[in-house]
């Protein structure tokens, strides 16, 4: 029986909506005030391409705001970029920050609010050693439909030299302001919008079946499922469908609550361990590579009622087989039918990614159906070495 004891609070103030970005300026002036922003986004140049970052800028301006734009973030970022978010922050006497771009981003902009306001370490932050005391006002701006981080309390940094990827997890984490435009996703290239888009259905199918799963969960899960196995096809053969964009921004918005509520699994416990090593893997490509193994060694060990939630939710019969071939057909969809290998793992890593996953998130492992020991991640990643 699905649990019906839940806690629940999400403290953002959450807009959802085309055409949002262009009022960024009047709706951090009504929700989080301040005077000067510090704008934390992607180093590729994207943000600036596509008019995104003037488009906050000019409502910036209107509405009274100074700014300071850092653009040094790049996919699986690491302390040391945190670090220097927190200098720039501090030298420039900002007091708001607004992350804009995907999850990295905003990952970034939270890593500085708490390091900033609770005066620590980034590192002391990552590494779970101090638990942040405050925050600067933070708003996100997700321009991509996969991580959910704009309505959770996490925040996912890697260690490099401690080859440790893992989440800040704090409720001073939250954004005061969220604001979801659909027309910023529009612009993502086929293979991001198929990472993202395998992300956040992982997080709903991940967060449906843990251990932490209650009736809010399955709720959010169930939707954010039936929306992505709907949408995502349509997307893949009409990348500036605004419809499918903003479906997909909704049900990676539902994915994040999901995950807020019940955290993840073994595949991210995993993932993260793999692009610890390989930091130029794309989360949710590294996700859609392992969900092979997944579905041999961890689908089976599924409670009944949650089986049933699942193939509600992806449209087909209560049956293992059923469910496997409809999560696998999805990946097939989203043209992420790869291996390991060829994201540039070796099987020789495979034992040292194991041990990586259960030192540092064990806690995934611990939430997973069957609570799955080394020996079953190891078959996870053997299964899921080749496409």
């Not at 771009?101 to 900033?116: E, F, N, Q, R, T």
């Given at each position: 029986m699905i649990n019906h004891s839940f806690q629940y609070l999400i403290p953002t103030k959450i807009y959802f909506g085309r055409g949002l970005l262009g009022r960024i300026g009047e709706l951090a002036r009504k929700h989080v005030g301040g005077n000067k922003a510090l704008i934390v986004t992607t180093a590729g140049g994207s943000m600036k391409k596509y008019g995104y970052l003037d488009k906050v800028t000019s409502s910036l301006r209107e509405h009274g705001y100074e700014y300071?734009?850092?653009?040094?973030?790049?996919?699986?970022?690491?302390?040391?970029?945190?670090?220097?978010?927190?200098?720039?922050?501090?030298?420039?006497?900002?007091?708001?920050?607004?992350?804009?771009?995907?999850?990295?981003?905003?990952?970034?902009?939270?890593?500085?609010?708490?390091?900033?306001?609770?005066?620590?370490?980034?590192?002391?932050?990552?590494?779970?050693?101090?638990?942040?005391?405050?925050?600067?006002p933070l708003i996100a701006v997700p321009t991509t439909h996969g991580t959910g981080t704009e309505v959770d309390k996490y925040a996912v940094i890697t260690d490099p030299?401690?080859?440790?990827?893992?989440?800040?997890?704090?409720?001073?984490?939250?954004?005061?302001?969220?604001?979801?435009?659909?027309?910023?996703?529009?612009?993502?290239?086929?293979?991001?919008?198929?990472?993202?888009?395998?992300?956040?259905?992982?997080?709903?199918?991940?967060?449906?079946?843990?251990?932490?799963?209650?009736?809010?969960?399955?709720?959010?899960?169930?939707?954010?499922?039936?929306?992505?196995?709907?949408?995502?096809?349509?997307?893949?053969?009409n990348l500036r469908d605004i419809e499918s964009r903003t479906m997909l921004l909704w049900a990676s918005m539902l994915a994040g609550i999901a995950i807020d509520l019940s955290r993840t699994g073994i595949l991210h416990a995993l993932e993260h361990a793999v692009s610890a090593y390989h930091p130029e893997v794309h989360h949710g490509v590294g996700l859609a590579v392992l969900l092979k193994g997944w579905v041999k060694h961890i689908l089976p060990l599924i409670e009944e009622d949650k089986l049933n939630l699942l193939a509600r939710a992806l449209g087909v019969k209560p049956r293992i087989s059923e469910v496997a071939e409809k999560i696998l057909w999805l990946r097939k969809v989203l043209e992420l039918e790869l291996g390991l290998r060829d994201l540039g793992v070796s099987r020789s890593e495979l034992k040292t990614l194991v041990d990586n996953a259960y030192k540092y998130l064990s806690v995934l492992a611990e939430n997973t159906p069957g609570k799955p020991g080394k020996d079953i991640a190891l078959k996870i990643l053997e299964e899921s070495y080749e496409p």
């Open positions: 300071v734009v850092f653009a040094r973030v790049s996919t699986n970022p690491t302390i040391d970029v945190v670090e220097e978010g927190v200098r720039v922050f501090g030298d420039n006497s900002c007091d708001l920050i607004i992350g804009l771009g995907g999850g990295s981003a905003i990952d970034v902009a939270k890593a500085i609010s708490l390091a900033y306001a609770s005066n620590t370490s980034v590192k002391d932050l990552v590494h779970g050693k101090v638990k942040p005391k405050l925050a600067v030299e401690a080859k440790l990827k893992a989440g800040i997890v704090s409720p001073k984490a939250y954004p005061v302001l969220s604001i979801l435009d659909p027309e910023t996703t529009i612009t993502l290239p086929k293979k991001l919008s198929a990472g993202t888009t395998m992300d956040a259905f992982i997080h709903s199918l991940e967060s449906m079946v843990s251990y932490s799963s209650n009736i809010m969960t399955a709720m959010y899960a169930s939707k954010s499922i039936e929306t992505i196995v709907e949408y995502a096809p349509k997307l893949m053969s």
